[in-house]
């Protein structure tokens, strides 16, 4: 049905929006012939926009690969896997840095650019922008992931395991993405700096509306941000939800990252919370 022209259609009849992720059927399959394994069997995952979705599972079950078909670094065996409405293997062409910005486990920032070249560098490969312009729009996102202005001329040999991250993340919005992918972000963190972190990630979620999906095994930090989690296992999502729902859902790989010592320890502040909550 199409509405009178000029006469803007109901809110019933509007489209809905379209899902910042969108993969279906999903097979992922590595080796030929007799030594061909599949990670992914008709595997099912939508992210919505403004979410904060945490992907969990065993070793093995294609947790990162996932993360690299959601970038286009690897194609499909089956299935389609798109990303803002568009199909994924798009992302290696031009402007894919102002769709999708990724933060590696380990930042992995050029070593021999220091931290305002590492930052600037999607800009700079562009080459249409005046680089007195780059460098401001570094040093924006240097301020934004809470560095200072003489961190800029530092090599990465000279950050803390904290600010490394933290220049890393600059990186990764320097082209202002709507979706941000993270691999592992607390990993190698004490406590401290990864909830300094995670609280850094919260704000800027909120501040700049994206959406964010976040491979982890960190149980602090899955509780600390996650709207949703999807469960890897069995070769496709098993169940999504929110954390705490789906920390009671009845299978073997559940029960033991969960509710083990590690995650009933986790979920402790949570739980004490709604206590608290409830007694008011």
Same mark, same amino acid.
């Given at each position: ?11 019933? !009849? ?25 990670? *992914?069997?008709?595997?099912? !995952? ?6 904060? @979705? ?14 690299? =078909? ?23 062409? /031009? ?29 700079? /490969? =562009?080459?249409?922008?005046? &680089? ?18 003489? *961190? ?6 000279? @950050? ?12 990764? !919005? ?9 691999? /592992? ?10 909830? +300094? ?12 509306? !994206? ?22 296992? +069995? ?14 859902? &009845? ?9 083990? +010592? ?16 409830? +007694?008011?």
């Amino acid at each position: 049905m199409v509405s009178a022209a000029g006469t803007p259609p109901s809110p019933s !009849l509007q489209a809905a929006p379209i899902p910042v992720v969108r993969i279906a059927g999903l097979w992922s399959v590595f080796g030929q012939g007799d030594k061909a394994f599949a990670v *992914h069997q008709d595997l099912d !995952l939508v992210v919505e926009q403004g979410e904060m @979705l945490s992907i969990v599972g065993g070793s093995g079950t294609g947790k990162t690969v996932l993360l690299r =078909q959601m970038l286009g670094l690897l194609k499909p065996t089956r299935g389609t896997v798109e990303v803002l409405g568009r199909p994924a293997s798009e992302m290696g062409r /031009e402007g894919a840095a102002s769709r999708v910005g990724m933060l590696f486990q380990h930042g992995a920032l050029f070593s021999a650019f220091n931290v305002l070249d590492n930052v600037a560098f999607a800009l700079r /490969e =562009q080459g249409s922008l005046p &680089d007195d312009l780059i460098r401001d729009a570094a040093m924006v996102k240097l301020q934004m992931v809470g560095l200072k202005p003489e *961190h800029a001329a530092r090599m990465p040999s000279d @950050l803390s395991g904290g600010m490394i991250k933290r220049v890393a993340l600059a990186r990764a !919005l320097i082209m202002d993405p709507p979706l941000l992918l993270l691999d /592992e972000p607390t990993a190698g963190l004490d406590p401290t700096s990864a909830d +300094e972190f995670c609280a850094l990630l919260r704000e800027l979620h909120a501040a700049l509306g !994206l959406t964010l999906v976040m491979v982890t095994h960190d149980l602090d930090t899955l509780f600390a941000l996650s709207s949703r989690v999807a469960v890897l296992a +069995e070769k496709k999502v098993l169940v999504t939800g929110p954390p705490r729902e789906v920390a009671d859902y &009845d299978h073997p790989f559940v029960e033991t990252f969960f509710r083990g +010592e590690r995650g009933r320890r986790a979920m402790a502040p949570l739980s004490s919370g709604q206590a608290a909550a409830g +007694e008011t």
